[in-house]
């Protein structure tokens, strides 16, 4: 199912639109319960930590190759103007989590590395590598390249823990909430396995083995996950304790890393099926997924520095904590079903305003 005005296929935004309200319950959970709510506020929040921030990276790197083709090979784009637009899209998101840190977490280093700023750099680092990933050999090996990333900060954590306490401005820029050691390996492998996705939906051909194979590969890593977990057994199960938690912010462990690998190659498949294969619509998750970026900056901005910051909102009720994030899901919605008619306002002003200042310069 594709958007039949723009081409956009509608179970990638379906998906991101997922991704994004996980993120909105984490941060509800976070900020607008107490603590003594107990166990289930902890395991609210450490829960949605794995469905949101890793499912938008891995699909920087899995939807890349797809806007790649279309734009060299379906309109001739010469890949010079291509990566000059993609590096302006990464240099446009580093800026805009570096003004919503200000906005909203004024207290955290202002050249940290959130999400956006990940993202962003990510889609940067993706570029240079775009045209090499139609060799099998080069995709196998940047799947490789991904493990190493990840395995190789879960080999040093206790070494670059202890090295990072003597030099802050690097603690501070390039290891604070989602550093690109470890976090690259989600994009990347997103671009490996989005490459021969991308290459079959071109062709033409029947892409449901594809996801069928990505869903056995979810299960497998459930498995593992399952096996791993019962394996340490003495940590509480869902607790940080079994990560990585490097300048106070959290990192996956090996047993959380394969839950979210489960998650993300169960999740994509059954979104593909739902939407896609049976035709499902899910307008709101459209909504989510296509204006993603403009409601995750604005629902931080309501949650955390209006209404916890501003107006001290605590919930000490499930069922208000409940209706207060439907409330809040609804809002968001109507934010981005009307968010296209704002831009196409917004740009008409801006053009006719200098239309005007154009024609009084001349006269």
Not at 221 to 239: D, V, W
């Amino acid at each position: 199912m594709a958007s039949p005005a723009s081409g956009r296929l509608l179970f990638l935004d379906g998906l991101r639109g997922l991704a994004l309200v996980f993120m909105v319950l984490n941060h509800t959970g976070r900020y607008w319960i107490e603590r003594p709510m107990g166990w289930p506020r902890y395991h609210l929040v450490y829960l949605t930590v794995p469905l949101a921030a890793p499912i938008f990276l891995f699909l920087v790197g899995f939807c890349l190759p797809l806007s790649y083709l279309n734009s060299t090979v379906t309109r001739g784009e010469r890949y010079v103007s291509v990566a000059w637009k993609y590096i302006r899209r990464g240099a446009r998101l580093v800026l805009a989590g570096w003004l919503l840190t200000l906005l909203v977490f004024p207290d955290e280093p202002l050249f940290g590395g959130g999400v956006l700023q990940t993202i962003g750099l990510s889609i940067i680092g993706l570029t240079p590598v775009l045209p090499l990933l139609h060799r099998r050999t080069l995709r196998w090996l940047f799947l490789v390249l991904a493990l190493a990333i990840y395995a190789s900060f879960n080999l040093t954590h206790p070494v670059l823990r202890a090295w990072l306490r003597g030099h802050p401005v690097i603690t501070d820029v390039w290891f604070t909430d989602f550093p690109l050691w470890p976090w690259f390996a989600f994009p990347l492998l997103g671009a490996a396995l989005g490459w021969v996705w991308t290459e079959i939906h071109r062709r033409g051909e029947d892409d449901r083995r594809y996801f069928t194979v990505m869903s056995l590969a979810g299960a497998l890593c459930f498995a593992a996950f399952l096996a791993l977990e019962l394996t340490i057994g003495s940590t509480p199960h869902f607790h940080s304790g079994r990560d990585l938690v490097l300048n106070r912010h959290w990192n996956p462990g090996a047993v959380t890393c394969l839950w979210i690998l489960g998650v993300i190659f169960t999740l994509l498949p059954v979104t593909y099926y739902l939407m896609q294969v049976k035709q499902v619509r899910a307008p709101w998750l459209v909504i989510f997924g296509q204006n993603a970026l403009m409601l995750y900056f604005v629902h931080q901005i309501i949650v955390i520095t209006l209404l916890r910051q501003r107006l001290g909102l605590l919930f000490h009720s499930w069922w208000l904590y409940a209706l207060a994030n439907v409330a809040l899901l609804a809002l968001l919605v109507g934010l981005g079903w009307l968010w296209p008619e704002i831009k196409r306002r917004a740009r008409r002003l801006l053009t006719q305003r200098a239309e005007a200042g154009a024609s009084a310069a001349s006269s």
